[in-house]
């Protein structure tokens, strides 16, 4: 999601669904963005660095060889998905109307090569489309990167916008065969705040306490080390290796 303060959306009555997800799973209430504008977030949060990167330019500008953890996880023997609302193709560096290649890192990666032109693909929707498609067959791979198009991710709609897009999606992940089969975390992410860096963040998985709230300080950069660590991946790439994890005070064995 996009461009939210903590207050534009927990506690905010426009936002009942997140609400409601927030109080019966697992919330960050001192989350933050580690950079402006958006770009560097989304390349931190994979990369484990912004990569010296302070705009939003096209993947032309800025072609990065970095390791990441989309091409962690390759290497690992397993494969990983971007599922882009309202891309016109795959892998595309095209920004449109509803789509921004800048909310879409996996493009900037010159070392995914033809991984990116299989495996960034456009969303669909709740009707159609190849997240529905491989959310109904429990197909959803080792990794999975999803992205609202500019106006379902709130950055040029409201935030009741968001929250009825994620009303409409996140029942059919939780009622889907990968989270049934107890082995799926859902990280609910914003890219950078508004007013400050202090945004959003919400953990949904079978191994989290129903209403869990944590207070320590956590960045993009704890989410890449945690994704790494749920999935098994080390060295941990850049600034993810000395960030906090979330697994102690969001996972437990037994779940909820």
């Not at 560096?93 to 509803?98: F, K």
């Not at 705040?193 to 989290?208: L, N, Q």
């Not at 989410?223 to 999935?231: A, I, P, S, Y």
Request: include cysteine; hydrophobic fraction near 40%; aromatic fraction near 8%.
């Amino acid at each position: 999601m996009e461009n939210r303060d903590y207050a534009h959306v927990i506690g905010a009555s426009d936002a009942p669904y997140e609400n409601i997800l927030a109080s019966k799973c697992g919330l960050l209430t001192n989350y933050h963005s580690v950079a402006k504008p958006s770009l560097p977030n989304y390349i931190a949060a994979t990369s484990g660095s912004t990569q010296g990167i302070a705009d939003n330019d096209s993947p032309a500008a800025h072609p990065l060889a970095a390791a990441n953890l989309f091409s962690q996880v390759k290497a690992s023997g397993r494969q990983w998905r971007s599922f882009q609302e309202s891309a016109p193709g795959n892998c595309s560096s095209a920004t449109t109307a509803l789509y921004a290649v800048k909310h879409d890192p996996a493009p900037y990666y010159t070392n995914l090569a033809g991984d990116c032109v299989s495996w960034d693909v456009p969303m669909g929707t709740t009707a159609s489309g190849n997240f529905l498609n491989a959310l109904n067959a429990g197909a959803l791979p080792a990794f999975t990167f999803i992205t609202p198009n500019l106006c379902n991710d709130t950055h040029d709609c409201p935030v009741n916008t968001g929250d009825q897009w994620l009303a409409s999606w996140i029942p059919r992940i939780l009622d889907g065969p990968n989270y049934r089969d107890g082995n799926t975390v859902l990280f609910l992410m914003w890219d950078e705040g508004i007013a400050g860096d202090r945004i959003p963040a919400i953990v949904v998985s079978p191994f989290t306490r129903a209403g869990v709230t944590t207070g320590t300080r956590f960045d993009h950069y704890s989410l890449l080390k945690t994704t790494e660590q749920l999935l098994g991946i080390a060295p941990h790439l850049g600034n993810a290796a000395g960030a906090a994890s979330m697994i102690p005070e969001l996972f437990t064995s037994g779940g909820s």
